[in-house]
């Protein structure tokens, strides 16, 4: 079996940043969100939800944050990870057409205020996400931090199993090649 050693952050090895990485995390939301938007006992909160599907796309919803965020391409794969966590604690927390947008725009938010020396206030990020104002973006920022029982740390093991994930997401890669990273987001989270 053939075994390929990655350095993810060598861009001589493999090239995965900026708009193509967040475009592929907008790739993984999609493939990660549900058809059905109909009501279950869900465990995330209303404010989460929308009254209607959104007209912007999540990948194209995704790519405008990039442009207008001025942020890490890390917050982005963290982001992603966080939502990845919520589903995790709870079978009914699924993304749906109606949760997604806000949830991905706050798990940004708290992914940007967590690796981020500089951020934006939150009246602006409300703008960006195309929220009521700073109210709701307070709400639902206490809210998602409150469903992630504010762990909001991110081992280096477990930020390279998802940017890995979404590396051969993007590539074709052949089925006997392994990589040498952690073998699942459970098993980093416990490195």
Do not use: W
């Amino acid at each position: 079996m053939d075994s390929v050693l990655a350095c993810y952050e060598d861009q001589e090895v493999i090239r995965l940043t900026g708009s193509e990485l967040v475009s592929a995390v907008g790739e993984a939301l999609e493939r990660a969100c549900c058809a059905d938007d109909e009501d279950y006992d869900s465990m995330i909160p209303m404010s989460f939800y929308g009254t209607h599907k959104q007209t912007m796309g999540v990948k194209k919803y995704v790519l405008r944050l990039y442009e207008y965020l001025d942020c890490s391409d890390v917050a982005f794969i963290t982001a992603l990870m966080y939502l990845d966590r919520i589903q995790s604690a709870n079978k009914n927390n699924r993304l749906t057409l109606l949760n997604l947008h806000r949830l991905f725009a706050t798990a940004v938010l708290v992914a940007i205020k967590y690796h981020d020396d500089e951020h934006f206030s939150n009246e602006y990020y409300a703008q960006v996400f195309g929220m009521k104002g700073l109210e709701e973006i307070n709400e639902l920022e206490a809210l998602f931090l409150s469903m992630m029982d504010f762990r909001v740390g991110v081992s280096e093991k477990e930020y390279y199993f998802y940017k890995m994930h979404l590396i051969q997401s993007q590539m074709e890669i052949p089925a006997h090649t392994s990589f040498e990273f952690c073998s699942s987001p459970v098993a980093c989270s416990a490195a």
